[in-house]
């Protein structure tokens, strides 16, 4: 069974830090894509960072150089550092794997940024 465990998020001041967490399981963690969405209320969700499985990466152009994907294949855990956080990046923050044989979410973890 797979599943997708995000964790991390919370309520952080304009310019702060988080670090959200995807613990998973149930397929082979390492041969799988592994992406962040997000989507914020009255919005479309939308892809914000992507990992491959050789750990090429790539971002939305509204957080490139504050955010930073990684993965860790010995805890089968993606990462998502999010780094001067500004009230526009408020939304719940969902993970995502994607291989050949699996295309699943997360529960999704609420990501609040306010003075």
């Known amino acids: 069974q797979v599943q997708l465990v995000e964790s991390g998020g919370g309520l952080v001041q304009p310019g702060g830090s988080l670090r959200l967490s995807c613990l998973a399981s149930?397929?082979?963690?390492?041969?799988?894509?592994m992406k962040w969405y997000r989507q914020a209320p009255g919005k479309e969700r939308e892809l914000v960072a992507a990992i491959s499985p050789g750990s090429s990466t790539n971002y939305v152009d509204s957080v490139r150089g504050r955010f930073t994907i990684s993965r860790d294949n010995a805890k089968n855990t993606v990462y998502l550092q999010m780094n001067n956080l500004k009230p526009e990046d408020t939304a719940v923050y969902y993970c995502r794997a994607v291989s050949l044989v699996i295309d699943s979410w997360g529960q999704g973890t609420q990501v609040t940024v306010s003075s």
């Open positions: 149930g397929f082979t963690f390492s041969r799988a894509h």
